[in-house]
């Protein structure tokens, strides 16, 4: 007998373990939870905002302080910056007349705004009560631009088009960046995805997504890449990517190398258009709201 309870102590003291943070603190339930390599449950959103109407069609979302995120809509040139705490709207102005505005992101006080031709909007000081725009036009060899994210460690704006490259392979994928010492897009860019690559991750981790047949007869995931929005992690430094027309989620090192892979639940993430992150690592995506709501999802 004393020996039997001496084996089950030992037994509990082993899968105990497996139920505990590196804190030693107990956390049964998020051991429960589906977490995958990357560190956040997409099947469980820690929190869910239905937002409102004036954010029916949000599309970039960017992060202002661990309270407080600044978003726009494809629509109208309003910045609506809204508190995460209390989830209502604390405040909104009108930055440009109304256009085509995909992506947004937060240098220090300045806000910049990416339209879906490719210009950008710079805010200056968003804190101020009056500012005086700037506007660039980047050139970036492609219609349809939609990601926009800040690149602190080089002191530059990250672009990715949602629409294949001028004169490219459709195999091929680039986001770009822009300097903002020189205000000017860079020559080349600065991560490139390569299409194949993506594809044989998804088909040897075996996710659900549509196929197409090769020449060859095999078939092959339907991928295109069509970048909705990206930010990079505060923490990791790995580059995030939502394709909202495919509800992929995908995370890349900085040379573009695939890392992780994920389909996104259609009924969670009906249309996600922006994804942002706090300074401790929580993050957010936003759905456009189509037929339904526009919501905005975070995950601790």
């Known amino acids: 007998m004393k020996y039997f309870l001496i084996l089950i102590i030992a037994l509990l003291s082993i899968f105990g373990s497996g139920f505990r943070d590196n804190d030693g603190k107990g956390q049964t339930s998020r051991a429960l939870r589906n977490y995958n390599p990357v560190g956040y449950d997409l099947t469980s959103p820690d929190k869910i905002d239905v937002l409102p109407g004036i954010l029916h069609e949000i599309s970039g979302i960017t992060e202002i302080d661990n309270l407080t995120i600044a978003s726009i809509q494809d629509e109208n040139g309003v910045l609506v910056f809204y508190d995460l705490s209390k989830s209502r709207i604390t405040n909104q102005f009108v930055f440009n007349s109304d256009g085509d505005y995909e992506g947004i992101a937060r240098a220090g006080n300045t806000i910049f705004v990416l339209r879906s031709d490719g210009i950008l909007f710079e805010i200056p000081d968003y804190k101020a009560d009056e500012f005086a725009g700037n506007k660039y036009k980047t050139e970036i060899p492609a219609k349809d631009n939609e990601g926009l994210c800040y690149y602190k460690k080089k002191n530059m704006l990250l672009i990715g088009p949602k629409s294949d490259l001028e004169g490219k392979k459709k195999s091929k994928k680039a986001v770009y960046g822009f300097s903002l010492e020189t205000k000017k897009l860079l020559e080349k860019p600065v991560i490139k995805f390569d299409l194949e ?75 996600p ?3 942002t992150f706090l300074n401790n690592g929580d993050m957010l995506i936003s759905n456009e709201g189509g037929p339904g709501k526009a919501t905005l999802l975070r995950f601790n």
Do not use: W
């Not at 020449?215 to 092959?220: D, I, R, T, V």
């Not at 990206?230 to 995908?250: A, M, W, Y």
């Open 197 to 271: 690559e993506i594809k044989d991750y998804a088909a040897r981790h075996n996710l659900n997504l549509p196929v197409t047949n090769k020449k060859n007869g095999e078939s092959a995931p339907k991928i295109e890449l069509r970048i909705s929005d990206i930010c990079i992690h505060p923490r990791t430094n790995k580059l995030f990517l939502i394709s909202g027309v495919e509800q992929l989620f995908c995370v890349f090192d900085l040379s573009g190398k695939i890392e992780y892979m994920e389909k996104l639940d259609p009924v969670l993430f009906n249309q």
């Open 273 to 275: 258009e922006g994804i």
